[in-house]
């Protein structure tokens, strides 16, 4: 914020900044002759978006930011109401269309003429017999459409752009799939009711989405393409739910086990609604004042916020935190544009929604009380349908036998956490699934003349094969071995990265085993598909040689790799994280979050470098816990501050 207005005369350095004002505006473009004019906004993906009116960036840097803001929200609101036209057109061409528009239009096309075609079905089908199922197989034709796209070679971008198309299609046909199913015959059916649906109103101008009886209007944040999740079930019922706690201005509370999908749902239903969705990682550092910031500023500016396990802030603080939340739900039964707000008085955005996720009891953690559970309402997360994510990612990624694979691999899953000894560092949940998935797909377009099963054998066996102790290793090759009968295939070799390893090894004097090389390139490609990996082992048992071996042969091959090594146990939680002083508030740095936020700087030109932070020490909860919101898929270290 201080580099912000320290440089706001020099309106181009605002670039570098964007990402932290917007959910994904990654620069600007500005007028060529014209210094500072604004004309258009782009993605990280590169997606350009016109601005209607250039904004100007003259006089206050929070005034011309504002105008941005809702510049940029009127111009997608344009391009979305043009896209709605398009749709209606008798000459309409899905693809054609989808080229033409960004991925967020694109989606939001698919979700109306969804929403339109099954609307006009289900309010012909007691006077025509056949309409259902007309419809039903017109929405297969478009599925298996969008399916052929993803098997084509595609930019990246490209790529994930069809994935989400592919996965939320799937379930719009499994709904009207089920309507027919059930012979719903009637649109107020609550069946049909309880989806969320996409309308564009000529009348008010405006895209509304509506979940069950509660209409939201579409908020146009600028998502750029991203990716979706698969909808089960269980997604379906956090939707009805969380969208009624917000039609009575009350906040939602998803509860449950860890690796269930309670960030990630309450994410992607913002999404959904095209809202920004802030994320706060909650620690025992946190102190009313600065929640009491953090919810005047979702307030002004209508976003969510999303308050990771919640349960770890102390009793005293909470009780304050809920009156906080009390006022603030006061002023939107009310319906008030400005209320007062911890001895000041601010604006009300109507749109803000606050949601806490909470893992239930175990250290660190405090139950609720009664006052702060009154004001959400809650939502239990159980574990997800494991088979149904697999068989649509597989899709999404270009499988055709995904429900035979999808069935074997999670029977192998199942298996494994039976048979298998009972390790601590053993996991075999739901971000276990995803990275193998991951893995598979990226195998596959790069042997794209292997079987689909032997590609899948190979994926769960390298990603899997790491985690194991000696004893487990021929129990699991075992179940993969009854699992796809028949089939072999020998490990993924990197041929100049495995010389390089040797190389290393022997530099250092080390007697070359190739168990240990084997090691470090496991590593390697675990390091591929996580951003967060711990090794785990005995005192001597070779853990600082495989990640120095690991850094010297990326060093080798032209990739510069630094370790920034520290022990986590030597010092306070303070001295790591920092630490916000209650009375004067002011902030002092700890060790982590300064080299944090010095590795995290772009590079200077066309350098390419590997950084990591190693912590080299015993892992326990009080300091491993800050870290949550980092090792999943928000890649954002939350500070008190």
């Not at 269309?97 to 967020?104: D, I, K, S, T, W």
């Not at 269980?234 to 960030?263: E, F, H």
Request: hydrophobic content about 40%; aromatic content about 8%.
């Amino acid at each position: 914020l201080l580099e912000i207005l320290g440089q706001a005369s020099d309106s181009h350095t605002i670039q570098s900044h964007l990402l932290g004002v917007f959910e994904n505006v990654n620069e600007v473009t500005f007028h060529e002759k014209d210094y500072d004019r604004m004309l258009a906004f782009v993605s990280r993906e590169g997606e350009s978006v016109t601005l209607d009116h250039p904004v100007m960036a003259k006089g206050n840097v929070e005034i011309w930011l504002g105008d941005l803001l809702r510049e940029q929200q009127s111009s997608l609101k344009g391009v979305i109401r043009e896209a709605a036209a398009v749709i209606n057109d008798a000459s309409f061409q899905i693809l054609q269309f989808l080229g033409g528009y960004p991925a967020q239009v694109g989606l939001l096309g698919i979700q109306m003429i969804w929403t339109r075609d099954a609307e006009e079905a289900l309010a012909a089908a007691r006077s025509d017999k056949k309409i259902m199922q007309v419809t039903n197989q017109k929405f297969l034709d478009l599925l298996n459409k969008l399916i052929d796209q993803t098997t084509l070679d595609l930019t990246k971008f490209e790529r994930v752009k069809f994935e989400t198309l592919v996965t939320i299609h799937v379930h719009q046909r499994d709904i009207f799939d089920d309507l027919v199913r059930m012979h719903i015959k009637n649109v107020n059916d609550f069946e049909w009711l309880k989806q969320s649906r996409f309308y564009w109103k000529e009348d008010i101008d405006d895209c509304i989405v509506s979940i069950t009886d509660v209409d939201f209007s579409y908020q146009n944040e600028f998502l750029g393409c991203t990716d979706r999740l698969v909808i089960t079930p269980l997604t379906d019922r956090c939707y009805i739910t969380l969208g009624q706690a917000l039609g009575m201005s009350m906040g939602g509370a998803p509860a449950g086990p860890a690796g269930t999908g309670k960030t990630e749902t309450t994410k992607d239903l913002a999404k959904a609604l095209g809202l920004l969705c802030v994320v706060t990682n909650c620690g025992e550092g946190m102190d009313f004042k600065a929640v009491g910031k953090i919810f005047s500023g979702l307030a002004q500016c209508g976003a969510w916020g999303c308050f990771d396990e919640f349960n770890r802030i102390d009793v005293s603080v909470l009780s304050v935190i809920s009156s906080q939340i009390k006022t603030i739900q006061n002023a939107l039964i009310h319906k008030l544009k400005r209320f007062q707000f911890e001895g000041s008085e601010i604006a009300m955005d109507d749109r803000m929604g606050i949601f806490i996720t909470m893992n239930p009891g175990y250290a660190g953690r405090t139950e609720l009380p009664e006052s702060v559970k009154a004001l959400f309402r809650p939502v239990v997360v159980i574990v997800p349908d494991l088979q149904q994510i697999c068989e649509i990612m597989l899709f999404s990624e270009g499988f055709l036998l995904a429900k035979v694979l999808a069935k074997k691999m999670t029977v192998l899953y199942k298996l494994a956490k039976e048979q298998l000894s009972k390790q601590h560092h053993y996991d075999f949940g739901l971000r276990a699934l995803k990275s193998v998935l991951v893995m598979a797909g990226e195998l596959k377009r790069g042997s794209p003349d292997l079987d689909e099963d032997v590609v899948l054998m190979r994926a769960l066996r390298d990603m899997n094969l790491p985690k194991f102790v000696f004893e487990d290793v021929p129990l699991f090759l075992g179940l993969i071995g009854d699992l796809f009968p028949g089939l072999d295939c020998p490990r993924v070799r990197y041929p100049s990265f495995n010389d390089a390893v040797e190389q290393s090894l022997e530099d250092n004097g080390y007697v070359l085993l190739p168990q240990q090389a084997d090691k470090v390139v496991q590593m390697y490609e675990t390091m591929l598909t996580r951003h967060t990996t711990m090794i785990v082992g005995p005192t001597g048992g070779g853990k600082s040689v495989v990640i120095n071996t690991l850094a010297q042969a990326q060093t080798r091959l032209g990739l510069n790799t630094k370790l920034y090594v520290m022990n986590p146990k030597a010092c306070t939680v303070i001295e790591l994280y920092g630490i916000l002083d209650p009375i004067t508030r002011d902030w002092t740095d700890g060790m982590l979050s300064n080299i944090f936020r010095e590795i995290n700087r772009p590079l200077q030109g066309e350098k390419q470098e590997r950084r990591y932070i190693l912590y080299d020490g015993d892992v326990d909860a009080l300091w491993v816990e800050n870290m949550n919101s980092v090792m999943d898929d928000n890649k954002l270290l939350t500070l008190a501050n």
